[in-house]
């Protein structure tokens, strides 16, 4: 049976290398799972006043392939040593009635900076937003991808066979712990 994966970048950019990241996802993930990278960019900024008149359609949209995924890859850039505003606002959106999505699924983290920490700050900080979720948020293997610069091409493949290796055995991983949490 195929194991479904949904996967959000927190950058919205072109040439974003955590997009990047989840794409060379797509190319290493064995035939049996699929990655889906979704479309964020319509998603409005979380206003109170807006949700009253209805959940705005790229929500809805988003939160139905969150349900009807078996788990989820977030791949999160590292904004002054946190989560960027557009991926938490996303987060903030789905995790309001009706039916927040996350609750109990698999989630695996991973964030690409061209510095040296790989976004570990970043990620830490949207572990703890996670956990309010209620996410089964895997915890290891890590993937802080550092140095970004010499991970990727000009044409925004990842070449690093460290990285791809990292790649692979953490979305092993969430597949592992997803078929425990449905057991
Ligand atoms: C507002 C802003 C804040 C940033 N803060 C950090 C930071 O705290 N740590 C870090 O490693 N990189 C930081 N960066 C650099 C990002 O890691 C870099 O732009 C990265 O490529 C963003 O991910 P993307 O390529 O997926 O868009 C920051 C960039 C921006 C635009």
Redesign the pocket.
């Known amino acids: 049976m195929t194991f479904k994966v949904l996967a959000i970048?927190?950058?919205l950019?072109k040439?974003?290398?955590?997009?990047f990241a989840l794409k060379a996802l797509q190319k290493i993930a064995p035939t049996d799972i699929t990655i889906e990278i979704a479309n964020i960019s319509d998603v409005p900024m979380y206003n109170g006043d807006l949700h009253e008149l209805g959940e705005p359609k790229a929500v809805t949209g988003l939160k139905l392939k969150i349900r009807q995924a078996d788990a989820v890859v977030i791949?999160t850039?590292?904004?002054?040593?946190?989560v960027p505003a557009v991926l938490k606002n996303v987060l903030d959106w789905v995790s309001r009635p009706p039916e927040p999505p996350f609750n109990e699924k698999p989630v695996a983290i991973l964030g690409?900076?061209?510095?040296p920490?790989g976004?570990a700050?970043?990620q830490y900080h949207l572990r703890q937003v996670l956990v309010f979720m209620n996410t089964f948020t895997l915890n290891k293997p890590e993937v802080f991808i550092n140095n970004?610069a010499q991970k990727f091409d000009a044409n925004g493949e990842l070449t690093d066979e460290t990285t791809q290796k990292f790649l692979l055995d953490q979305l092993l991983a969430l597949k592992t712990l997803a078929l425990r949490v449905k057991a």
């Open positions: 970048s927190g950058s950019r040439n974003s290398t955590n997009t791949a850039p590292e904004y002054n040593f946190s690409v900076s061209p510095g920490v976004t700050r970043a970004s």
